[in-house]
């Protein structure tokens, strides 16, 4: 069993579209508990956690997120990110038979312009990360971001593909542009 972790400030609604896509993971048994470490959000971000059974951290320590984790291993993710096909299958047997961190593939229905590759930097959870529990409580301090986690640090790559957090939040930003010119 896994425990999700992602960190927010105001993405309500990438944080629905993420915890959406990992309801199979907790039908299936895979997901024991998702956690939502929030960094002052605004917006409807705690109540999107608390429909979903998600335990929201307006105050916290990593060190101690991680060590109450439920899932031996940590998926953490950005809001808006989910992953795609057959990742439950995939990653129920990846940590079955593996001890080290891995990271999904990047969609490829889903890339930025060659351009913006180029010039752009990958942050550490782009493409997610998967690390066992112990390794990351290991790994951190109190404060810390969470993505100081997968900074890094050799991971190999899955199959399954992961939706990057960007195209949710490309989304959104597409939908607010239309509204306030409607």
Not at 85 to 114: D, I, T
Not at 125 to 131: A, I, Q, R, W
Request: glycine fraction near 6%.
């Amino acid at each position: 069993m896994l425990t999700v972790i992602m960190e927010t400030k105001d993405n309500e609604s990438e944080l629905a579209q993420t915890l959406s896509a990992l309801i199979a993971g907790a039908v299936e048994g895979l997901i024991s508990d998702v956690i939502i470490l929030d960094h002052g959000s605004t917006d409807e971000s705690h109540i999107v956690a608390d429909a979903a059974g998600c335990r929201f951290c307006p105050d916290w320590d990593l060190g101690e997120i991680l060590r109450s984790a439920r899932g031996e291993w940590l998926m953490l993710l950005e809001p808006g990110a989910r992953p795609v096909g057959r990742w439950v299958e995939e990653v129920a047997q990846y940590v079955s038979l593996n001890k080290s961190p891995a990271r999904f593939s990047p969609s490829r229905m889903h890339k930025r312009p060659l351009f913006k590759r180029l010039a752009h930097r990958a942050r550490p959870l782009e493409s997610g990360f998967l690390v066992r529990k112990r390794d990351a409580v290991e790994a951190v301090g109190d404060k810390r971001p969470l993505s100081d986690t997968a900074e890094r640090r050799t991971a190999r790559k899955l199959a399954i593909e992961l939706v990057p957090a960007w195209v949710a939040l490309e989304s959104r930003s597409a939908c607010e542009r239309h509204r306030a010119s409607g």
